[in-house]
């Protein structure tokens, strides 16, 4: 039987995920909350983070998935001016308190999965 708290979960294709483009939302139930989540791409990789600033626990998005400042090279808090480093979400500037929660990702067959963990489910209905 498969452990629930480590599975690969369908999220989009590859090439919904474009290079210091729109992000990809999702949910996510993290320790317990149901939480806002999104992937990006940055440097031909794809990453993912919870969508919530670590200085107050608000979503980075200055407009819907929009989450990358407009040079593409940051994550960009738009309620506090945050900046996390895309690659790894460790606060660059700003009134960060640590960096974004990181969400692991796998890409095959032109797919991209996130992963649970034991503090990262999907949403029950």
């Known amino acids: 039987m498969p452990d629930p708290a480590n599975t690969a979960i369908p999220l989009c294709r ?22 806002r989540a999104f992937a990006i791409r940055y440097e031909g990789q794809a990453h993912a983070y919870l969508n919530r600033c670590s200085h107050v626990a608000m979503e980075l998005d200055w407009q819907p998935n929009r989450v990358f400042d407009d040079s593409g ?10 900046a996390y480093q895309p690659a790894t979400g460790e606060c660059s500037g700003g009134p960060c308190r640590g960096g974004l929660v990181k969400i692991g ?8 999965f996130w992963h649970s963990s034991y503090k990262l489910k999907t949403i029950e209905f």
Do not use: I, K
Not at 18 to 27: E, H, L, S, T
Not at 73 to 82: D, E, I, N, T
Not at 105 to 112: A, K, N, P, Q, T
């Open 14 to 35: 590859a090439s919904e995920l474009v290079d210091g483009g729109q992000a990809v939302p999702f949910d996510v139930n993290y320790a317990g909350q149901t939480c």
């Open 73 to 82: 090279q940051w994550l960009l808090c738009a309620s506090h001016g945050a």
């Open 105 to 112: 990702l796998s890409e095959r067959d032109g797919l991209v």
